[in-house]
């Protein structure tokens, strides 16, 4: 699938001529120590930190600079995405504490500030995990790795003693809000992998903080407190993907620190929760489905208990920021952006055909067209936004389409092998900053209102500079140069999408239940203390006893059921400790 109709009548600078990005080649930004082989391939890439900042070279003798230019042709981009790139480079530089080194904040504004008193005081003048990791990534796009590793120094300092870090953070690092996100969590997994990928880690041991963080996954997961929009409880496909990738990420670095049991036990619970992402997440036959015409889709958010027998939920989720009466909607009727984190991720090939669905049901329902380009919104029934007569958000309003988006809409886009397409949406991203550069967390996607200095597809009054949206567009431009997803974590593209394979066993905790086992799988039960697990096929009259053992990780004890040779139909009866019940069918392996 292709975005390449939305671009036909675009005539603005920002789209022509960016034909030839990929014959281009880039040198080194700045000199140093090549650790490693993999990293001297890469050198190739700096001189993108040289175009942000072309003053750090020139220090550098004079031989030592031609040399490199001899060796590497410079690169020739359209001077608007040149400055983009210097500016986003500034931007994520000036939101670096000096002196809480390593902590960025998520702005210097305050969202809709003309409208808030002194009792605001966090504003986006806080610290968000997700936010920092995504930034300090951007940062190692850039070729800036001893700011990235500053970063990774913030984060093992900061983590709390369960494992989790908070929602966000003043710089000192106390906490702030005290949600519990998983992504949160999992982030700064990924984190210390691209930083060890590009040979950064220097005297940084990370495992000691993985594990604790790995920990609280397995303990914890896949089920989130909140979505990355700081809103709703459930299964997250944005949340879910993340959380597996770190796990796998975490299972190499257990490997490589001697506890190759505690590696098995983060791959095998990835494995399960890789394979239940479709039985928490994907519909068929749903209204949207049958709107676009297509078999089904992944949704923003499930509730929690979407595997019950009898969910309280009744299958339907809370909208934040909307007026009573508008405040909650089946699940199924909720579609996000965020699906495309399974593609971003490693989890699922851009044309697996539930993904290329989902995709036309999100283009369907949030895409919208700006005098800017194509934009997008996070979700259907979005509330937070100005009201639709352009006046402040004030704890209720109409959501408007984020940069930020277009952006991951681009990685998608390269994944799928359209580059020119991601290309244009980089595009997009330029003409949607400010005039002075700034990336503005929303646009205004109505007509245009002079008076509130709100034009069609530019800032609204929403936070600006997004310092995640300017780590978005770096990324983007080293994706686009590399020809790939630059933070694609490559474990999790190789396990289950380029060379997939099926789980050892499912997985059933008390916080997740698993209500279908396929034929051939062992059940593995989960708690966070020892205790006793009796399972019973049918009307057997035998039940079997196994306890549970200590993975070493806090909080995670699993007991693994012989359950591989039962015949499909056959009904497992659990009884975990003394009150947990659940009974479990197997099914046929799909």
Request: proline content about 7%.
């Amino acid at each position: 699938m292709t975005l390449a109709s939305q671009f036909e009548r675009i005539e603005a600078s920002y789209v022509r001529n960016w034909t030839r990005f990929h014959e281009h080649t880039l040198g080194p930004a700045t000199p140093g120590r090549t650790t490693t082989p993999e990293e001297s391939r890469r050198h190739a890439t700096r001189d993108l930190a040289a175009l942000a900042h072309d003053s750090t070279r020139a220090h550098e003798p004079r031989p030592r600079r031609q040399a490199e230019r001899r060796r590497h042709a410079p690169v020739e981009l359209p001077e608007s995405v040149v400055d983009l790139y210097r500016m986003s480079a500034a931007v994520l530089a000036i939101h670096e504490d000096k002196s809480a080194n390593g902590a960025m904040i998520a702005s210097l504004s305050i969202p809709w500030g003309q409208s808030k008193g002194d009792h605001e005081l966090g504003g986006y003048h806080l610290v968000w995990p997700r936010d920092l990791v995504n930034s300090a990534g951007a940062l190692i796009a850039l070729g800036h790795d001893v700011m990235a590793r500053r970063t990774l120094r913030y984060l093992l300092s900061t983590q709390e003693a369960d494992g989790r870090w908070a929602q966000n953070l003043w710089l000192d690092g106390t906490p702030y809000w005290n949600g519990v996100q998983m992504d949160e969590i999992a982030f700064p997994i990924l984190f210390a992998e691209l930083v060890r990928r590009e040979g950064q880690l220097a005297d940084v041991d990370p495992w000691p903080m993985i594990r604790r963080a790995a920990g609280f996954l397995v303990r914890e997961g896949p089920v989130t407190g909140q979505d990355r929009w700081e809103e709703n409880a459930g299964y997250s496909p944005f949340s879910i993907a993340v959380q597996i990738a770190a796990l796998l990420v975490a299972a190499d670095f257990a490997e490589q620190a001697g506890e190759p049991a505690v590696a098995a036990v983060l791959r095998v619970t990835a494995d399960a929760w890789n394979e239940g992402i479709e039985r928490w997440t994907y519909v068929t036959d749903s209204t949207l489905a049958r709107q676009c015409n297509v078999a089904g889709h992944y949704v923003r958010i499930a509730p929690a208990d979407v595997a019950a027998d009898h969910p309280a939920s009744g299958g339907r989720i809370p909208i934040r920021n909307r007026p009573p009466g508008q405040d909650e909607a089946p699940y199924d009727t909720i579609v996000s952006v965020d699906a495309l984190a399974l593609v971003r991720f490693g989890l699922r090939d851009p044309h697996d055909p539930r993904i290329v669905d989902t995709v036309k049901v999100i283009d369907a329902t949030l895409r919208v067209r700006t005098e800017t380009g194509p934009a997008w919104y996070r979700y259907n029934m979005d509330g937070y936004g100005e009201q639709s007569d352009g006046s402040p958000f004030d704890t209720v309003g109409a959501g408007r389409p984020w940069p930020l988006l277009a952006g991951e809409r681009a990685h998608y886009e390269l994944a799928a092998g359209h580059p020119q397409t991601a290309l244009q949406l980089l595009g997009v991203m330029r003409a949607q900053a400010s005039d002075g550069g700034m990336l503005p967390e929303q646009v205004w996607d109505g007509p245009d209102i002079p008076a509130l200095e709100l034009f069609n597809g530019r800032a609204t009054g929403s936070a600006m500079p997004l310092v995640w949206a300017h780590a978005e567009y770096a990324k983007l431009v080293r994706s686009l140069h590399d020809g790939r997803v630059f933070d694609m974590p490559q474990k999790t593209y190789e396990r289950y999408v380029r060379n997939p394979q099926p789980a050892e066993a499912a997985l059933w905790a008390p916080h997740v239940r698993c209500r279908e086992l396929p034929a051939g799988r062992r059940l593995r039960v989960q708690t966070t203390e020892p205790t006793s697990v009796w399972w019973w096929v049918g009307d057997a009259l035998d039940p079997r006893r196994v306890e549970t053992r200590d993975t070493t990780l806090p909080g995670v004890w699993v007991a693994d059921l012989g359950t591989a040779g039962l015949p499909v139909g056959a009904v497992i009866h659990l009884l975990v400790g003394a009150t947990e019940q659940a009974i479990v069918v197997v099914r046929a392996e799909e």
